[in-house]
């Protein structure tokens, strides 16, 4: 990811209960549905075999591990989930960038992936993140993919870069909290003046900062979320 100069940006996003707007890449919109059946009845078993035949033995375990967190969590409150699903991928995965692990500058990769390589970068944290909550029961409207711009270098630095995290509503009106692979403390939005939004995004929609204009016009990062879905799909989590 690049690194730019940092400049204000608005406000941390709110729940869909409490405001939406039209945004850009409004087609994500549409992926909810897709979303929506990725969750309905998977297959663990299958992303368990998957993760043995593609990536040998210890891919298997981080799988089985997972799937040992899962059910361990199911009965746990949501503070607990998130706590204990931030805890096992910031502990689990190293942070690599993508060039290294997958050969290519952006890929956002599956839960079964990034498991399976047992590195990922910033969107491969949250999206695990993100899926394993929404297995937990967590209601989309209280979860958000957010992209950021993370403050580097000190308080005087004036120089970001790009950068993911997950934000978990408590309820409407309030800040979210932050689920980050750069820090294992979850803290509220406002104990994190290093990160300044940009969009965010879940299974019912896309928003960009608190602005109302909107643009349709889909980009790139619009079929990396559907190739992931994909091929979430296809590995069983479906």
């Given at each position: 990811m690049?690194?730019?100069r940092v400049q204000p940006f608005g406000s941390w996003p709110v729940s869909p209960a409490r405001r939406s707007f039209p945004v850009r890449w409004a087609l994500l919109v549409f992926l909810g549905v897709l979303l929506g059946s990725v969750l309905a009845a998977s297959d663990l078993d299958r992303m368990q075999r998957l993760a043995a035949s593609r990536y040998g033995a210890a891919a298997a375990e981080s799988v089985a591990a997972w799937r040992r967190l899962m059910a361990?969590?199911?009965d746990s409150n949501e503070i607990e989930k998130l706590a204990?699903?931030?805890t096992f991928f910031n502990r689990k995965?190293?942070?690599e960038d993508d060039i290294v692990v997958w050969g290519e500058q952006d890929h956002w990769a599956s839960p079964l992936e990034l498991m399976g390589k047992g590195a990922g970068d910033c969107e491969d944290f949250s999206i695990a993140k993100y899926m394993s909550l929404r297995l937990l029961g967590v209601p989309a409207e209280r979860l958000r993919l957010i992209y950021v711009r993370a403050q580097i270098?000190?308080?005087q630095s004036g120089i970001s870069q790009a950068h993911m995290?997950?934000?978990y509503f408590p309820a409407p009106a309030d800040e979210p909290l932050v689920l980050d692979?750069?820090?294992n403390d979850i803290r509220p939005a406002a104990r994190r003046p290093d990160l300044f939004p940009v969009f965010s995004f879940n299974s019912e929609g896309l928003w960009v900062g608190g602005a109302s204009a909107s643009a349709a016009d889909p980009t790139a990062?619009?079929?990396r979320w559907r190739s992931v879905l994909e091929r979430m799909r296809d590995e069983g989590l479906h």
């Open positions: 690049s690194a730019y361990e969590a199911a204990r699903v931030n995965i190293r942070f270098g000190g308080a995290v997950v934000g692979n750069l820090i990062r619009l079929s």
